[in-house]
């Protein structure tokens, strides 16, 4: 009797092992720092990287969120051009990543999803997609290159 009921505790013990649902291994999760941004409107190509600024994004088991900073400020510290910041959910199935835009300095950006083709390459994750933000007349695609940040 004892060694059945060792049995059926240990396939409980091993069942249960293997319906966790915390994602290990994800190579999205982490923090990453822009290292590059291209935008394509139309037939225009142009960098928007802007090498005064220093951004990163931090992407955990279910939320995204992007800081960015101007590296030597203005006097005016409360400036626009200063600081820009969000986050929001996201999912990521395969190569295909969507962001659910909550929280934005810019309200007119909140509750806005944005999809995007996500690709690793060693520490460099690559998204590309398009952004949509039909009130304020922005349709254009994004590519951004990040490195993650290192402990």
């Known amino acids: 009797m004892k060694i059945k009921t060792l049995r ?11 319906c966790q649902t915390k994602q290990t291994n994800v190579p999205i999760i982490g923090t990453w720092e822009l290292v590059s941004a291209t935008t394509i409107e139309g037939d225009t190509t142009f960098s928007t990287f802007d090498a005064s600024h220093k951004m990163i994004k931090i ?3 279910t939320h995204f969120a992007f800081l960015n900073h101007k590296i030597r400020p203005e006097k005016d510290t409360t400036s626009a051009n200063e600081f820009t910041g969000g986050g929001g959910t996201y999912s ?3 190569s295909n990543y969507t962001e659910n835009l909550d929280y934005f300095v810019d309200k007119a950006w909140e509750n806005h999803r ?11 994750l690559v998204q590309k997609g398009v952004e949509k933000v039909e009130k304020l007349a922005i349709d254009r695609i994004i590519i951004e290159k990040y490195i993650r940040v290192k402990k």
């Open 8 to 18: 059926i505790l240990l396939v409980a013990i091993v069942g249960l092992a293997g």
């Open 59 to 61: 992407i955990n088991e």
């Open 92 to 94: 990521l199935v395969d």
């Open 114 to 124: 944005f999809q995007f083709v996500v690709s690793f390459d060693g520490d460099t």
